[in-house]
C-alpha cells in the first residue's frame, strides 16, 4: 500500500513541476510590450565659410608668349582682388595647364585629311577660401570686369561650408532623441500605460538642405554646398519598454 501512495504522490509531482515549466516557458516566449517611435532634430543655420574658384587663359601660337600673357594676367587677376580686399595669402594659385590645340581637316567629300597645329591654350585656376561670405560672394558676381581689361576669366559658383557641423550635429542628436522620448511619452500616456526602459536607439541620416530650396532628401546623406542658407536634419528611431 505504501508502495502505491509513494508511486502515486511522484508521478503527481512529476506533473506538476510540467505544468509550471510549460506555464513559465510560454510567459518567457510572450512578447513584451514595446513603443517604437521616430524624432525628428531639426535646424536652419548661415554658413560661414565660402569657397570660390575660377580660371583664366591664353592662347598663342608660341609657348614663350602664352606663357607671359598669363603670367600678366595672373598678376592682373591679383592686383584686382587685393583691391577688392582678399588678401594674397588667401588666393591660392594652381599649376598652369598646357594644351596643344589642333584644327581637324577634311576634305570636300568628307574625308579626313589629318589636323593642323594650331598653338597652346594655356589656363591656370585659382581658389579661395574664407569666412568673409558675403565679401568674396560679391566678388564672385563682380569678377567679369576683369574682361574689360582684356582677361578671360572664368567664375564658378560659390560653394558654401559651415565650420561648427560637428557641435551642431550633436545638437540635433539631442533634438531628435528628445522630439522621440516625448512622442514616446504621450503614446503611453493615451494607451493609460507608462514608458518602460529604453531597449534600443538607432540613428538616421544627417542631411543638410537648402533653405526654401525643395531639395529632397538622400537615403545616403545629403549635404548641400550651394546655398548660403541651410537647413540641418536628422532623426533617432527609439524603441521603450511599454508597462
Avoid: C, H
Wanted: negative net charge; glycine residues 6%.
Amino acid at each position: 500500500m505504501k508502495t502505491n501512495v509513494s508511486a502515486f504522490l511522484f508521478a503527481l509531482a512529476i506533473v506538476a513541476s510540467s505544468i509550471i515549466l510549460g506555464y513559465a516557458v510560454i510567459n518567457r516566449n510572450q512578447p513584451q510590450g514595446t513603443i517604437s517611435v521616430t524624432g525628428l532634430g531639426e535646424s536652419n543655420f548661415t554658413s560661414d565659410l565660402i569657397v570660390w574658384e575660377g580660371s583664366f587663359s591664353r592662347e598663342s601660337t608660341n609657348l614663350q608668349t602664352a606663357y607671359a600673357d598669363l603670367e600678366r594676367d595672373r598678376k592682373a587677376v591679383e592686383s584686382y582682388l587685393s583691391s577688392k580686399g582678399i588678401a594674397s595669402d588667401q588666393i591660392v594659385f594652381n599649376a598652369v595647364s598646357t594644351n596643344p590645340q589642333y584644327r581637324q581637316n577634311y576634305s570636300d567629300d568628307g574625308r579626313y585629311l589629318g589636323q593642323t597645329f594650331t598653338g597652346y591654350m594655356l589656363s591656370q585656376s585659382l581658389k579661395i577660401e574664407s569666412k568673409e561670405v558675403e565679401k568674396v560672394e560679391k566678388i564672385s558676381r563682380e569678377v567679369t570686369e576683369l574682361l574689360n581689361q582684356g582677361i578671360t576669366f572664368y567664375s564658378q559658383t560659390p560653394r558654401y561650408y559651415y565650420t561648427e557641423l560637428e557641435s551642431l550635429k550633436l545638437e540635433m542628436i539631442a533634438k531628435a532623441t528628445e522630439d522621440a522620448r516625448i512622442r514616446a511619452e504621450r503614446i503611453a500616456e493615451n494607451s493609460k500605460g507608462s514608458l518602460g526602459d529604453l531597449i534600443s536607439a538607432n540613428m538616421g541620416i544627417f542631411q543638410i538642405t537648402g533653405q526654401n530650396s525643395g531639395e529632397d532628401y538622400s537615403w545616403g546623406g545629403t549635404f548641400n554646398t550651394a546655398d548660403k542658407n541651410k537647413t540641418a536634419s536628422i532623426t533617432m528611431k527609439l524603441v521603450f519598454e511599454a508597462d
